[in-house]
């Protein structure tokens, strides 16, 4: 018999090739030698290659194909999220452009690992395929375990790392499990084939096939930190990188739904009475668990983490619908929550730099009075998690709500709404913060990564040695920088400037404030500032606060919320695309 | 019909938010002019609006703003103007006014971020009473609360911060469900002109739910509006809150923001689910009883001046609940006679409280008061007008509408009535005790008394001359709104009809 190699549409899968490709010139990139080729072109080409995979996939928008044998499907649904993880790496990106991680696991390995997690998670929305689902399950999740522990001289984030591995590894391990069992049961591997099989075999309550759907739930639930598969996802989001932490709450979370949806809503639909409660009830239990578990912590990565998983309990709801609104109330929620949690991070990468206190709360002590370019996006975008009005989170909130309504699931529609009331607690702690405390307040002992010293993970990379101290390397206007640096002068300045402004509209600031030297002057000299001169007095209690020129992070930070706002007043834009990819997957159901 | 101009209600309900910027982003000195320029001119257009509505089409929305917004989730943007909102919004406005120009006179520190969220609040609370869209509606109600924890949080008193988070959890936690009752009641109603979605009142209105959806819903929407009134027993978050926000701000959110719960009951809770509203008239009323007596009676108990305008605001909320909650079209108009009247009031009242406090060395007790009346004639005449007002002196608009409302209860619930009008006295008590032993009564060991300067007579003395001229022609606002009011009874009255035949046929 002659092998007959699968006919491959080249057009369709060109985003995977895009970023696979990217991926490897990146990698092979960064063994030069050059710091300009290293620090700069790597990242800059990693931002082309998602770019070109966003603009390849919106292209394609509107084409709906199953590919290379049946096993993926590149339809709007995938399109939809291929753009959100396109944008949730281009931030990945910018916030990681000047981090410690990528400098010392290399810059070349680190970009080339997240351009092949996004190749993953690319893979496994688009898989239509048991196997499909596991290869870019695998895919996405081997290099994060590597970022998590890029930052390789701090114990935690190699903690960070090691804990998601083996985690990591049970969920891949039960995942895999269950694809079997629901192998076994339905005699396929193929989507189609398996909901034609549920039906014609009378699958809906066949104990081999529902454990086996058991397991697939458990194996998913543990990469969308659905509770109680959860307990990893604060650790593992406070030891990681912050960068990577903004990465993967937001691109991860995309990508663990987008195959719930697919998997659930087209493959198992033919079940739905049977696991659509059991999982009403996980969303619930999620919520609960989630938002109880933030209450009280005062690291903000933490406390994300514990949002992300009570905000994974409310997309849960859009997936237990299974139905046309709920995909798309599901997808309008994966990008509103990508655009509020990143200006978060963003902020929080930004104030990491500048103090010593880590992403503790009370680095944002006094934002709102020193920094209001900061203290704006994080206000935004901690109310836009709690689901305030003129937000995105809003809307996403009222689509899901709808969705859950519609198919007479309306206690979880009341869930939402109280998970959301006892969210506040603790998304109003951090705007108080911001706003209403001083930084002199701060009294919780920082906890600042050693930096110095050997490297604890054998095989770092020699650039690790070159510059230890991103503060340092930054005080000292490196000159690698170059016309990179020059370029952005213009945006740095105008964050400059208004910092400056506010510091003399201060609360302490009146008098005080006048005859401050202004720090946008010397921002516009092309003088980098070690160490802010304080237009707020209160900066001088005891955390110093290094102005670290930073304009992407910014950026980042600002771009979101803008599209946070815009979207929360005019969501029509984003809810076309949400209902194409909720028509994508509804012409199957 | 054509006799009637245009009126832009977007340019009224945006003004303040966009000097608001404008007041972000000028040098501080003129931040406070810029939010006094926000709130005046939507002051004119209001009066423009109180002249040229038609009170023969009050029923009707006038001056309709309709545009899609986001057909997906069946929102529109939608704004109007009937009986029912007209004397609301220009009571938002006036206060707003009042308000801003105090803080002019007064500027606080970081004045262009609380010209910021000064103008952003009056834009929310125009917005919640302008809105004819459910959706549009629960998010300006949401939206206040924003500017509110803001202001609290950073110009309040010495525990603002946690007063600010209490007051934000407490009230929120009604509106999120309410958000979850609009969404059910909007999805499950399908009313939209293809049977498609449709946020939209008067979409609504024509297709009511089942009663047993109906109650659940109403629920939510009546926690969220009973917890903003504040009325017993939700108002744990009320003396935290009064005690801790800044006074010309307090002076809106007791005037203004109240109303927009009370006013929701009309707008929205009686003519969308009207079986409900009939089966838990009971329920309510007796809870709006309950907030009189306890109010009266806190109110006569405590000694901090702001607490006493507070516990008072219960007893008066709890009034305007009854009239609403008699189910007639009597009673509610009195509501909204009271809704006025009660803002009218309320809002001086406050701005006197900062006065005796600067007279009494920054005490707001009344302990630390008394005599301040000696050396302050014109202070406490107006004191006085605004006391004799709020306790319902005959005479005043105030004894109309507290008349209207219980004559509408007396109709519909005698026992009711009967024990309502026990809290008219209490209202005297303790308005006339707060008078008293802050104005008469021996010199307080502190007191440094002095008249009223020209800078706070201009604030005050316009908002007495309000209260007057609104004494002498109550009638204005019973014409332009006795026909909204009956259109927003109606409904829950032809509920009542059959269970009340059947009631009166079982003896």
Not at chain 1, 9 to 14: G, L, Q, R
Not at chain 1, 559 to 572: A, E
Request: negative net charge; charged residues 15%.
């Amino acid at each position: 018999m002659k092998a007959e190699a699968p006919h491959i549409d080249f057009a369709a899968i060109s985003p995977l090739i895009a970023l696979l490709t990217g991926s490897c010139v990146v990698l092979l990139l960064g063994l030069f030698r050059s710091g300009f080729v290293r620090t700069q072109l790597v990242p800059l080409l990693t931002v082309v290659s998602l770019g070109a995979a966003a603009g390849l996939g919106i292209w394609q928008f509107d084409d709906e194909k199953s590919v290379i044998a049946g096993s993926l499907r590149m339809d709007d649904l995938t399109h939809t999220l291929l753009m959100l993880f396109a944008a949730a790496g281009i931030a990945t990106v910018l916030l990681a452009w000047r981090s410690l991680a990528a400098r010392e696991a290399g810059h070349g390995e680190f970009f080339s690992l997240l351009l092949a997690c996004v190749l993953g998670m690319v893979l496994l929305v688009a898989a239509e395929d048991l196997v499909a689902v596991f290869i870019g399950y695998e895919l996405l999740s081997i290099p994060l375990y590597v970022l998590c522990a890029t930052e390789l001289r701090r114990e935690r984030s190699l903690e960070s790392g090691l804990k998601y591995l083996i985690i990591g590894s049970v969920g891949s391990a039960v995942l895999l499990y269950g694809l079997a069992f629901v192998y076994g049961a339905a005699g396929s591997t193929g989507f189609g084939e398996i909901a034609r099989g549920i039906e014609a075999r009378g699958l809906a309550d066949d104990v081999l096939f529902l454990t086996g759907v058991g397991l697939v739930v458990t194996g998913l639930a543990f990469k969308a930190s659905v509770a109680p598969f959860h307990q990893w996802t604060p650790d593992v989001y406070e030891g990681a990188p912050t960068p990577i932490t903004a990465f993967m709450a937001v691109a991860t979370k995309a990508a663990a739904f987008g195959v719930f949806l697919r998997l659930f809503d087209v493959a198992l639909i033919g079940a739905a009475g049977t696991w659509a409660p059991a999982l009403a009830v996980l969303a619930v239990a999620t919520i609960v668990i989630g938002n109880v578990g933030a209450l009280g912590q005062s690291s903000l990565k933490r406390l994300l983490a514990y949002s992300s998983v009570a905000q994974a309990g409310y997309m849960l709801a859009g997936v237990v619908v299974s139905t046309q609104l709920g995909v798309q109330a599901t997808v309008f929620y994966l990008a509103a929550y990508l655009l509020m949690n990143l200006a978060a991070f963003a902020v929080i990468v930004v104030r990491e730099r500048e103090t010593d206190l880590g992403d503790d709360i009370s680095s944002m002590y006094g934002l709102g009075a020193s920094r209001p370019w900061l203290a704006w996006p994080m206000t935004i975008a901690m109310l836009s998690l709690a689901g305030f009005p003129a937000t995105a989170g809003f809307f996403g909130k009222i689509n899901l709500i709808q969705a859950v309504v519609e198919q007479e699931y309306a206690w979880l529609g009341v869930a939402i709404v109280l998970g959301s009331a006892l969210s506040l607690a603790y998304y109003l702690r951090v705007v108080a913060a911001v706003w209403m405390r001083a930084p002199g307040e701060a009294t919780v002992p920082a906890r600042l990564p050693s930096a110095a010293g050997r490297p604890l993970m054998a095989g770092g990379s020699p650039e690790a040695d070159e510059s230890p101290l991103e503060g340092e390397s930054q005080a000292t206007g490196d000159g690698a920088d170059g016309g990179f640096s020059g370029a952005q002068e213009g945006s740095d300045d105008i964050g400059a400037r208004a910092a400056g402004a506010s510091g003399t509209s201060g609360a302490s600031g009146g008098a005080t404030g006048e005859g401050q030297p202004d720090p946008a002057h010397a921002a516009a000299e092309g003088r980098t500032e070690p160490a802010d001169p304080g237009p707020a007095p209160a900066a001088s209690a005891g955390d110093a606060v290094r102005r670290v020129r930073q304009p992407e992070a910014l950026a980042v930070a600002l771009v979101c919320t803008v599209g946070t706002i815009f979207f929360g007043v005019y969501p029509s834009p984003l809810l076309d695309f949400a209902r194409e990819a909720g028509a994508a997957l509804g012409n199957l159901f | 019909m054509s006799s009637q101009l245009t009126i832009h209600l977007s340019i009224l309900l945006y003004w303040p938010a966009a000097f608001a910027l404008l007041g972000a982003i000028a040098p501080r000195r003129i931040a406070p002019a810029m939010a006094l320029i926000g709130a005046l001119i939507p002051l004119g257009y209001a009066v423009v609006l109180l002249i040229d509505f038609d009170a023969a089409r009050g029923q009707t929305l006038q001056y309709v703003t309709d545009a899609k917004w986001i057909p997906d989730l069946g929102i529109r943007y939608k704004l109007g103007i009937d009986g029912l909102n007209l004397w609301l919004v220009a009571l938002t406005t006036l206060i707003s006014a009042a308000s801003a120009l105090w803080v002019a006179f007064r500027p606080t520190e970081r004045p262009r971020l609380f010209a910021f969220h000064f103008g952003v609040a009056e834009t929310a609370v125009l917005g919640a009473f302008l809105a004819q869209d459910l959706a549009l509606f629960v998010l300006f109600f949401d939206l206040m609360l924003v500017p509110f924890y803001f202001l609290v949080g950073q110009w309040g008193g010495p525990a603002r911060v946690a007063a600010t988070v209490k007051m934000v959890i407490y009230t929120l936690v009604g509106s999120l469900l309410m958000l979850a009752g609009a969404v059910a009641t909007a999805t499950l109603a399908d009313a939209g002109p293809g049977g498609g979605i449709s946020f939209v009142l008067s979409d609504l209105v024509r297709a009511p739910l089942p009663e047993s959806t109906q109650r659940w819903v109403f629920i939510t929407f009546a926690l969220a509006f009973l917890i903003k009134m504040p009325a017993f027993p939700f108002h744990g978050w009320m003396p935290d809150t009064y005690r801790n926000m800044p006074l010309p701000v307090l002076a809106i959110f007791s005037a203004v923001l109240s109303k927009v719960a009370a006013y929701g009951f009309l707008r929205v809770a009686l003519p969308l689910f009207p079986d409900a509203a009939v089966d838990f008239q009971l329920t309510i009323l007796i809870l709006a009883l309950v907030s009189i007596v306890y109010g009266s009676a806190m109110a006569f108990t405590t000694r901090e001046v702001r607490l006493v305008l507070g516990y008072s605001s219960i007893a008066q909320l709890g009034f305007i609940t009854l009239g609403i909650f008699s189910l007639t079209s009597k009673g509610a108009q009195g509501a909204i006679l009271q809704m006025v009247n009660h803002g009218l009031v309320v809002a001086p009242l406050f701005f006197i409280v900062a006065l005796l406090a600067e007279r009494s060395h920054g005490s707001e007790s009344l302990r630390d008061m008394g005599g301040i009346a000696f050396r302050g004639p014109v202070l406490a005449t107006l004191f006085l007008i605004v006391a004799l007002a709020t306790l319902a002196m005959p005479g005043s608009a105030n004894f109309v509408g507290e008349f209207l409302i219980l004559l509408g209860l007396f109709e519909a619930k005698r026992a009711i009535a009967i024990i309502a009008f026990l809290g008219v006295a209490m209202a005297s008590v303790y308005m006339l005790r707060a008078y008293i032993r802050a104005m008469h009564n021996r010199t307080g060991t502190e007191v440094e008394s002095r008249d009223i300067s020209v800078r706070d007579g201009l604030v005050l003395v316009p908002l007495v001359l309000a209260i007057i001229a609104f004494a002498l022609y109550p009638q204005a606002a019973l014409d332009d709104g006795e026909k909204g009011v009956q259109a927003a009874v109606r409904p829950a009255q032809q509920a009542a009809q059959p269970t009340d035949t059947v009631a009166e046929a079982t003896p």
